[in-house]
């Protein structure tokens, strides 16, 4: 078969769109990047999608290339059946028909995903945890959420929301999480809880707010507070992603989000404290993600490839 084929990919998120071409086989041969600026409102934003998956499709056109579908990734409830952006907290999506609206204005078939389980399709399809079948991929960052990919398909669940991880109970005394209860594992072990509860213990001392990546930084320099936070927001981690253990049985568990950059700062530890929770569960690999923030937007191609049922043969699962 002739292979001039491509799919137009969109990973929307609060601040920026990440958009590309992408052949069946992963190759990207195109990148763009384009502001959300989601204060503009959520039909503004649409209005910019719907433009820039259109000029990503001629362009494709110019270049002698065929557009076969559209795959859209976007953060917050996604109901990925019906194709609607359900709610989004930084978008500003209420009920939003993405797919139908993207299929009306393009006439291409089109696939809309979550951003997590979109970056958790490619991680276990192309990234780190290609060729281990079982993946749960956990990001953390702001919040924290999971995909479990089996056989490279991300669990959507009945209404949109699997692999919520960062809702699971951790530390019933703990803070108080953005969801309303407390001792959330995202209300512990985010890199913004972890910059939270240091500027906390540091009290009056702390000279600026301190992220979580130089809270890894001074607990690795020896500093006592950020070796005595960095560790209680791993001993949290470790207990969450043993639930998740408990649950799916993965292979392997693929670490992304802005925490999973402090690298084996996180790695190390954490594989040792999950290690001390496995009774009789087989303990997962614990690695890095390998894509970066490219995940989303090779995941949303993904999806739009899955839509049109093309998936590259030499993909390994
Ligand atoms: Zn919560």
């Excluded at 084929?5 to 998120?13: F, H, K, M, T």
């Excluded at 600026?37 to 259109?54: F, N, S």
């Excluded at 490219?294 to 049109?308: H, I, R």
Aim: with cysteine.
């Amino acid at each position: 078969m002739s292979d001039d084929r491509v799919v137009v990919a969109l990973d929307v998120g609060g601040t920026g769109m990440k958009c590309a071409l992408v052949r069946p086989d992963g190759v990207v041969i195109r990148t763009e990047r384009h502001p959300t600026d989601a204060a503009r409102g959520p039909a503004a934003v649409v209005g910019t999608i719907l433009e820039v998956a259109g000029g990503l499709a001629d362009k494709a056109r110019a270049d002698g290339l065929t557009p076969i579908a559209v795959g859209i990734a976007v953060p917050g409830v996604v109901d990925e059946a019906r194709g609607v952006a359900v709610w989004s907290a930084n978008v500003g999506f209420r009920d939003v028909p993405l797919r139908d609206l993207t299929v009306t204005r393009l006439g291409l078939p089109t696939a809309l995903g979550h951003d997590v389980r979109v970056g958790g399709l490619a991680e276990a399809r192309l990234g780190a945890g290609r060729g281990t079948g079982h993946v749960l991929f956990v990001a953390i960052g702001t919040g924290i959420a999971a995909a479990h990919v089996v056989d490279g398909t991300a669990a959507v669940g009945s209404h949109g929301a699997a692999g919520e991880i960062g809702h699971i109970l951790v530390r019933p005394d703990g803070p108080r999480c953005g969801c309303g209860r407390p001792g959330c594992l995202e209300a512990v072990s985010s890199a913004a809880a972890i910059g939270r509860r240091y500027a906390q213990l540091a009290g009056g001392t702390a000279d600026a707010p301190v992220t979580a990546a130089e809270v890894a930084e001074r607990a690795a320099a020896g500093e006592p507070l950020a070796g005595r936070v960095w560790q209680e927001a791993i001993e949290a981690l470790a207990d969450g992603l043993a639930s998740g253990q408990a649950l799916f049985d993965v292979a392997t568990i693929v670490l992304g989000g802005g925490l999973a950059q402090a690298g084996d700062r996180l790695l190390t530890p954490l594989r040792a404290a999950l290690h001390e929770r496995m009774t009789f569960h087989r303990e997962p690999q614990l690695v890095a993600a390998a894509l970066g923030d490219e995940a989303g937007c090779l995941g949303a191609a993904l999806l739009a490839l899955d839509a049109v049922s093309v998936r590259d043969p030499q993909e390994k699962r």
